[in-house]
């Protein structure tokens, strides 16, 4: 069968469809790819062998007036593109996960055979609202996302990456230290950071705190300065190579409230406090870290500096509270189906009849 994903854009959408691609792989199907030129899907297909189609696209929400020109133009002529890539390929079947770039080639390849969209937000995004419209099979990652648009959905969660699903079954190894893992995404967060700084500033934490910040390339000086003064243990780090092990080794994270994150955090079975970051596209993070928070899973505060003694208030408490955390580890085990990507194939094989 040749199987043709699309996805681009950021690792939110690409990394899920990489993982439903595998799953199809692995029964010898043929794997292309609809992606963006010089880009982290282009890298990836030619590691993995896939066969990769370029198109140039832009996002369109949030631009200005000539950028929303831009994004039209390279639209229109991503139809007229991804028209003679089906012609080329001859798809059987396409799997899609959003994103600006998506939707060209989602909406032409919807006219060549059955088109499959994944959601991973609890917020269906503009590229799939519309090609939900056009898809045979939808696929939600958070219960009820596609609720009240008269659509049929399955909810499957998101498909978490092997190297941080096979940490899944890890015990944390017991030691006197309480482990703060603090994740700012892979570019960083300046707002996150200065929370944090703040939180510490002039506190003087318990001997057994151990703090690993991920901060990605930002000035770190004050954050440096304030975990320093207040007697913590930490390790500040541009880029965490093994989020596996770091997700495993840790008693509480905190972190922003993406899809993916949330999805590694609750693949491995662990409590959280959520700090959203407020201008995502349709709120959409601060309601996935709602939908934690009212399973028990999370905590959610706003991210706002005012909200900084309250953080550092909870961690203080929440370390006393091992039945809390226990209870917010377990909810957030089941926060999504288990084996989402095997989940996908198989609920695309059924439903299709393929």
């Not at 990836?44 to 007036?65: Q, R, T, V, Y």
């Not at 139809?79 to 059987?92: L, S």
């Not at 934690?292 to 961690?315: T, Y």
Request: glycine share 8%; net charge positive.
């Amino acid at each position: 069968m040749r199987v043709l994903v699309i996805a681009g854009g950021t690792g939110g959408h690409i990394y899920p469809a990489l993982s439903i691609a595998k799953e199809f792989k692995q029964i010898n199907n043929e794997i292309f790819w609809i992606g963006k030129r010089k880009s982290l899907e282009e890298k990836i297909c030619n590691d993995e062998g896939f066969n990769f189609f370029p198109i140039e696209a832009s996002g369109f929400l949030g631009k200005g007036f000539l950028s929303k020109l831009k994004s039209l133009y390279f639209l229109f002529l991503g139809f007229r593109i991804c028209f003679d890539y089906m012609k080329d390929i001859r798809p059987d079947l396409i799997i899609s996960t959003g994103g600006y770039m998506s939707l060209a080639p989602g909406l032409v390849g919807s006219f060549f055979c059955p088109l499959i969209i994944h959601e991973q937000n609890s917020v269906p995004g503009l590229a799939n609202r519309i090609l939900s419209r056009r898809s045979t099979v939808i696929f939600e990652a958070f219960k009820g996302a596609f609720k009240g648009k008269r659509l049929n959905a399955s909810w499957v969660g998101n498909p978490v990456r092997e190297k941080i699903s096979s940490y899944k079954n890890t015990k944390k190894k017991f030691n006197e230290n309480f482990n703060i893992l603090v994740l700012g995404g892979s570019q960083g967060s300046k707002q996150l950071n200065e929370i944090l700084c703040k939180a510490f500033e002039n506190k003087k934490t318990p001997d057994s705190w151990k703090i690993t910040h991920q901060v990605g390339k930002l000035d770190t000086s004050l954050l440096r300065k304030s975990y320093e003064n207040s007697g913590a243990q930490f390790q500040i780090e541009d880029f965490i190579h093994d989020m596996g092990k770091a997700y495993s080794e840790a008693d509480i994270i905190i972190s922003r409230a993406g899809a993916m994150t949330l999805s590694e955090i609750c693949e491995l079975s662990k409590p959280s406090i959520l700090l959203p970051l407020p201008w995502s596209a349709d709120d959409h993070q601060y309601k996935n870290a709602l939908y934690l928070q009212d399973l028990g899973a999370a905590i959610l505060i706003e991210s706002d500096l005012q909200n900084s003694k309250k953080l550092f208030e909870l961690l203080i408490s929440i370390e006393k509270e091992h039945n809390r955390r226990e209870s917010m580890a377990f909810a957030a085990g089941k926060a999504f189906p288990e084996s989402s990507s095997k989940l996908i194939y198989k609920k695309i094989h059924e439903s299709l009849k393929i």
